[in-house]
Every structure is written in C-alpha cells, then in structure tokens.
C-alpha cells in the first residue's frame, strides 16, 4: 500500500513537472517577438499539439492508475471486513457451541412449564373472574388489532403510491437530463467542428501569411545583399574614401592643396616633417642640457656660500663664546674685589688700628 502511494506521488510530481515544463516553454515563446509577431510558427503549432496529446496521455494514465490504485484499495478494504465478518462469526459459533454445551448439562435441563390455565373453565373459587371484569376484552383487543392492521396496510399502499409517484417523478427527471445531455453533446460536436473548421481555416491563412513572409524576407535580403555589394565597390573604388593624398591637390597650382580634400601629407612632406621635428627635439635637449648646467653652477655657487656662511658663523660663536668668558672673568673680579672692600669696609667701621696704618709714614714722595 505504501508502495502504491509512493508511486502514485512520484506520477503526480511528474505531471506537474511537465505542465511547469510547458509553461515555461510556452511563456519563452510569447516573450519571443520575432516568432509571435512575424506568421506562425508550425513547428510550434505542431510541438504544441503533441505536447497536448502527450499531456491528455499522461492525464489518461494518471486516471488509471488512480482507478487500479483505487480498486486495489476497495479490494483490500472489502478482504479486512470479510476477514473481520469471518472472525466475528467464528467468535459468535464459538460462543453458541459454549451456549449449548451448558444447556445440555443436567443443571440446566429443569422441566417444562405446564399447560396454560382457561379461565373459563375455572369456577369462582380459582379467582379468575370478578364482578364487573370485562369478558370481550380479547375480542375488542383482536378487532382492535385488525383495525390497527388495516390502517397499517393503507398507510403502506399510500407510501407504496407515493414512492412509485417519486420514482416516475425520478425517471421523467432523468429523461429530460438525459435530453439536455445528448442536445448539449449535440452543441458541443457542432461547436467542435466548427473550431476546427475555424482552425483549418485560421491554419490556411497562416501559411499563407508565413509564405508571404518569407518571400518578402528573401526579397530584402536579395536587396540588401545587391546594396552592400554597390557600396563596397563605391568604397573600393572612391579616392576620397580611400585616404588618398593625392585628391586634395588643388587644379590651380600643385603645390597649393584643397582644405577639404585634404588626406594628409605626401611621403616626402611626411619626412621633412620628421626632420623638423628632429631639429626641434636636438634643440629641446641642448636647452634642457644648459639649464642643467645652468642649475649645476647655480648649486655649487651656493654650496661655496653655504660654507662660507658656515664658516663664518662658527667663527662668530666663537668670538661670542671667548668675549663671554672674557666678561665673566671680568664680573667674577669685580665680584671678588666688592666682597673684599664690602669687607675691608666692615673692619674698618671699628675705627681699629692696625701695623699696616704707621707703615705707611714717610714712604710719600713729600
């Protein structure tokens, strides 16, 4: 059963792949202006009718396989309740034989009641009868019951009427459906065949339209080709097309040239250009060579100013350095002498006096 299942979902992936197939294939060709718009395509029409068919086919062998998937399936189900009747049934024997067997046992074998009691026959002492008992009460009950019987009876011919009403009902309803059914196969096969009349007919005109078309292409292409040939010997064949330097020689004088026919120089002009410009080039480099003996010159000059600067500006610190240290001696002397007189002055300010005071007494020059 799973297998079934399996198959019958690997056919319906296929199916549907192939309709996604189609469908891309046919929207691939409506995107192609060229073929949707120029004629018909008969290939195309004639791989569409097969792709059609194809599909009916598939659609076809899909519906059988439904129906045997779906046989198998009934055949199945109905061998589960034969299966399941069967072992029911052997249950319910089973359970009669048990039934049975326990009846027969002597236990169970009691005897039969008695014959039944007629009333009738019995006096007043077997409490049977009492006064104001109804005694027709079996016989009402019995007309009752056939009263009850013959409505039943009627009631079911009633039914029995009406069903057989309903199903005539039925059969005249089925009649007209059946009517309706063959008049619309009837429409359908009218209409079927004048679609396809319309499409034999649609079919014609396509050809022919594609006939027609195809010669016009042929035709164009014929012109075009006959065109391209006449301009290609144009081209060959015209001078001033062919860069000819020749074309722009004026007819007045031959060394004086046309401006718009001019096609560029002669060989002869075209190498007395190339010697100016090599004249021009020898030249360029010789001015080139003295600006870089120019530049030359100009960085030794400042090379031996540089050094000189140099030099000259070492010899300046160094003047600077020697008159600094000279002043600093200076200033250490003076300092040394202030702290001497700063102290000769602090001695004297004693009034003291000393040797050195009587030394000094007729060394004058008086």
């Not at 059609?52 to 439904?66: I, T, V």
Request: aromatic letters at 6%.
């Amino acid at each position: 059963m799973v297998m079934l299942k399996q198959n019958s979902l690997d056919k319906e992936e296929a199916r549907i792949a192939a309709m996604r197939a189609r469908a891309e294939a046919r929207t691939q060709r409506f995107l192609n202006a060229r073929t949707r718009t120029m004629g018909v395509d008969k290939a195309g029409l004639d791989a569409q009718v097969e792709e059609k068919r194809q599909a009916k086919e598939a659609l076809r062998q899909a519906n059988m396989d439904k129906a045997a998937y779906d046989q198998q399936i009934l055949r199945m189900l109905e061998e589960n309740e034969a299966q399941a009747r069967a072992e029911k049934m052997a249950a319910l024997n089973a359970l009669r034989e048990d039934l049975l067997q326990k009846a027969s046992e002597p236990k169970n074998d009691l005897p039969k009641i008695g014959d039944s009691v007629n009333a009738e026959d019995c006096g007043t002492g077997a409490a049977q009868y009492f006064a104001g008992e109804d005694k027709n009460k079996d016989s009402r009950r019995r007309l009752q019951q056939a009263q009850m019987r013959q409505w039943t009876s009627q009631q079911k011919a009633e039914k029995a009427a009406r069903n057989m009403e309903e199903n005539e009902d039925e059969m005249r309803f089925h009649q007209y459906l059946m009517a309706v059914d063959d008049m619309r196969g009837q429409m359908e096969n009218e209409n079927k065949a004048r679609t396809a009349a319309d499409r034999l007919n649609f079919r014609k005109l396509n050809e022919e339209q594609a006939a027609l078309t195809r010669a016009t292409r042929e035709q164009d292409r014929q012109l075009a080709a006959k065109m391209d040939d006449m301009e290609l010997t144009h081209v060959k064949n015209d001078p001033f097309l062919n860069e000819e330097t020749d074309f722009g020689t004026s007819a007045v004088a031959p060394h004086r040239v046309r401006p718009d026919h001019f096609k560029g120089f002669n060989k002869e002009q075209v190498q007395w250009v190339y010697a100016k410009n090599g004249e021009l080039v020898e030249a360029h480099q010789k001015m080139k060579q003295d600006e870089r003996d120019t530049e030359k010159a100009w960085g030794n000059h400042v090379a031996a100013v540089t050094r000189v600067m140099e030099q000259n500006e070492q010899e300046s610190k160094a003047q600077a350095n020697y008159m600094n240290k000279l002043q600093t001696d200076v200033l250490n002397q003076q300092r040394a002498e202030q702290l001497a007189k700063k102290a000769q002055s602090k001695e004297d300010r004693f009034g003291s006096v000393d040797g050195g005071f009587y030394k000094g007494f007729g060394t004058s020059c008086r």
